[in-house]
Each structure stands twice: as C-alpha cells, then as structure tokens.
Nanobody
Framework: QVQLVESGGGLVQPGGSLRLSCAAS????????MSWYRQAQGKERELVAA????????RYGDSVKGRFTISRDNAKNTVYLQMNSLKPEDTAVYYC?????????WGQGTQVTVSS
C-alpha cells in the first residue's frame, strides 16, 4: 500500500531554514509527480511546490517562489522541500502528496513553526 512519511519539521526563527523529507513506499516512486502542500490553522490547504516524476519540471506557489526548493532522489524514494528565508506566515502543517490513477495519497504531515 502507498505510504508517505514526512519528517524534518520543527521550530525555527524567522530568516532560518529547514529541510523537509517525505519517504515514499508501496509504488513506483519515479513514475509519479510529487507535491508538497501546507495548511495553516484556520486556512485551506494550499499547494507549496510540485515536481515531475523524473524531476526535471518543478512549480511553486507564489508565496514561496525564490525561497523554497523542491527536489527528489528517486534512488531513495524521497522528495525534499528546502525552505530558506522562513517567515512567520510559513507556519503550517506540511504534507506531501501523490496522485495515482485519480486517487490522492497524503502523508500524516509535519509541523513547521516560524517564530522568534
């Protein structure tokens, strides 16, 4: 069965950096695009970044362009989100997602808190 496990969240000061990881299993990882979403308290879940299966194509939400970088290691079945210049408004639970044959699969999420 498809399993997505996020890690790397935590508390960081404004201007700091974090790298999130999402370890995938139960499917042919390199065949599917992967994405990161986030959901702040009281707000809707929003797309942060997405990456194609081979990794050559990426896209980002407007609020994170130039600060966040999505990447993947298909040999390790892992997708990453490097977050730099973090702001308090980046505080949210971050989820990775895979869509396969019309079905969406989500991880359990990892909390990122940006605060001084």
């Amino acid at each position: 069965q498809v399993q997505l496990v996020e890690s790397g969240g935590g508390l960081v000061q404004p201007g700091g950096s974090l790298r999130l990881s999402c370890a995938a299993s139960g499917f042919t990882f390199s065949s599917y695009a992967m994405s990161w979403y986030r959901q702040a308290q009281g707000k809707e879940r929003e797309l942060v970044a997405a990456i194609s299966g081979p990794g050559g194509t990426t896209r980002y939400g407007d609020s994170v362009k130039g600060r966040f970088t999505i990447s993947r290691d298909n040999a390790k079945n892992t997708v990453y989100l490097q977050m730099n210049s973090l702001k308090p408004e980046d505080t949210a639970v971050y989820y990775c997602k895979s869509v396969q044959n019309g079905a969406s699969y989500w991880g359990q999420g990892t909390q990122v808190t940006v605060s001084s």
